[in-house]
T-cell receptor
Framework: DTEVTQTPKHLVMGMTNKKSLKCEQH?????MYWYKQKAKKPPELMFV???????INESVPSRFSPECPNSSLLNLHLHALQPEDSALYLC?????????????FGPGTRLTVL | AQKVTQAQTEISVVEKEDVTLDCVYE???????LFWYKQPPSGELVFLIR??????QNEISGRYSWNFQKSTSSFNFTITASQVVDSAVYFC??????????????FGQGTILTVHP
């Protein structure tokens, strides 16, 4: 079962709100990823967690705060976002952080910042 | 640094036509992996295929086939007898084995495929 779930599907928030995106996988994968995708563009890597530890932060602004409470769950906490942060946020997982391993993506959360 | 180029921004075909999506990559590594993903309007990226740099065998899976040529740094994707359900954005991606980009996917800009009935 290659399934990654994400909640919520859609989120509208104001610039002063605090919200969280949630990602879950039950494939026993030990690597999890957050990507941001703007319309008509490819996904851009934001964060990588390996064995529940943050291993890559692609210079993402601190208003995005990732958290990996356990090997199945990945959260992205949002605070004081800007309208330009509106995008599709995709979560992915793979067996480990290795070049040859395929990443499996969730359906994404469409975020709108007003 | 690695780079993936999908020169075709949009392709439009009529159902049952064959269509080829081009992918050209650049890398200095000798060990690397190439991927194709499909992104339908629902948003989820669906993994289609992975190919390593040492395996130049072409692959066929149903109506899908892939042609990997190291000599031209290309990894093209052909859909035979296209169907409306093939309408999606298709991304080619590269993952290198070495350096700070270890395990990181570099995506092409994507090709929007529209199949008309």
């Amino acid at each position: 079962d290659t399934e990654v779930t994400q909640t919520p599907k859609h989120l509208v928030m104001g610039m002063t709100n605090k919200k969280s995106l949630k990602c879950e996988q039950h494939m026993g994968h030990r690597a999890m990823y957050w990507y941001k995708q703007k319309a008509k563009k490819p996904p851009e890597l934001m964060f990588v967690y390996s064995y529940e530890k943050l291993s890559i932060n692609e210079s993402v602004p601190s208003r995005f705060s990732p958290e990996c409470p356990n090997s199945s769950l990945l959260n992205l906490h949002l605070h004081a976002l800007q309208p330009e942060d509106s995008a599709l946020y995709l979560c992915a997982s793979s067996q480990a952080v290795q070049t040859w391993l395929s990443q499996y993506f969730g359906p994404g959360t469409r975020l709108t910042v007003l | 640094a690695q780079k993936v180029t999908q020169a075709q921004t949009e392709i439009s075909v009529v159902e049952k036509e064959d269509v080829t999506l081009d992918c050209v990559y650049e890398t200095r590594d000798t060990t690397y992996y190439l991927f194709w993903y499909k992104q339908p309007p629902s948003g989820e990226l669906v993994f289609l295929i992975r190919r390593n740099s040492f395996d130049e065998q072409n692959e066929i899976s149903g109506r899908y086939s892939w042609n990997f040529q190291k000599s031209t740094s290309s990894f093209n994707f052909t859909i035979t007898a296209s169907q409306v359900v093939d309408s999606a954005v298709y991304f080619c991606a590269l993952s290198e084995a070495g350096g700070t980009s270890y395990g990181k996917l570099t995506f092409g800009q994507g090709t929007i495929l529209t199949v008309h009935p």
